[in-house]
């Protein structure tokens, strides 16, 4: 089992910068696909980004590339989203995911990743 909480969420002004974390126990986060997804209100939930086991590869959607950025410590066992350059769109709850296997699985869907945080809000205001 892992066990997946996030934190770092808040308000903050258009153009601003949050740092989300996601510390995982139970298994070490090197060992897993860690992935950011968000779900603004009525809408469904979408990916954001992810970071492979394997290499430890990034991949982004296309309406966070180059404002977000992934990494992972793996010392601390924690996944981190750096947001930049914030828009009043990326207000949303902000998911962590993970995985152990990625065979015939897609890094963009939900019902792809087993484990999942509680979620953490972030708002931005314009």
């Known amino acids: 089992q892992v066990q997946l909480v996030e934190s770092g969420g808040g308000l903050v002004q258009a153009g601003g910068s949050l740092r989300l974390s996601c510390t995982g126990s139970?298994?070490?986060?090197?060992?897993?696909?860690m992935g950011w997804f968000r779900q603004a209100p009525g809408k469904e939930r979408e990916f954001v980004a992810v970071?492979?086991?394997?290499?430890?590869?990034?991949f982004y959607a296309d309406s966070v590339k180059g404002r977000f950025t992934i990494s992972r410590d793996n010392a601390k066992n924690t996944v981190y989203l750096q947001m930049d350059s914030l828009k009043s769109e990326d207000t949303a709850v902000y998911y962590c995911?993970?995985?152990?296997?990625?065979?015939?699985?897609?890094?963009?869907?939900?019902?792809?990743?087993?484990?999942w945080g509680q979620g953490t809000q972030v708002t931005v205001s314009s």
């Open positions: 995911a993970a995985r152990f296997t990625a065979i015939n699985r897609s890094v963009t869907t939900v019902t792809d990743y087993d484990y």
């Open positions: 139970g298994r070490s986060v090197m060992w897993l696909d």
């Open positions: 970071i492979r086991r394997s290499g430890g590869s990034t």
